[in-house]
């Protein structure tokens, strides 16, 4: 099994930035395949945020680009999101996700709240 800690959340002032952080780990795994980042927000669907492969290539829906940043320590099994200049509308419970044998597995879900 696989196991995702994701930490980072909480609210901030439009403008503002946050730095979300997952953790995967799972017994005798020492590495995953891509990892990523959703967000759903209320009474929306959920969406991808951005994903990053083994290789490093990553990907961002339109509405974060040039805003938010995705990287990962494959040290540590860790992947990052960089959040600047947030908005009200990047308010949502954000997801982590990794790949692994064929499967995605979730995280838990951080709350993201952007308001005044």
């Known amino acids: 099994q696989v196991q995702l800690v994701e930490s980072g959340g909480g609210t901030v002032q439009p403008g503002g930035s946050l730095r979300l952080s997952c953790a995967a780990s799972g017994r005798n795994i020492f590495s995953f395949d891509a990892m990523g980042w959703y967000r759903q927000a209320r009474g929306k669907e959920r969406e991808l945020v951005a994903g990053i492969t083994s290789g490093g290539s990553t990907n961002y829906a339109d509405s974060v680009k040039g805003r938010f940043t995705i990287s990962r320590d494959n040290t540590k099994n860790t992947v990052l999101l960089q959040m600047n200049s947030l908005k009200s509308e990047d308010t949502a419970v954000y997801y982590c996700?990794?790949?692994?044998?064929?499967?995605?597995?979730w995280g838990q879900g951080t709350q993201v709240t952007v308001s005044s």
């Open positions: 996700n990794v790949d692994k044998w064929g499967r995605r597995y």
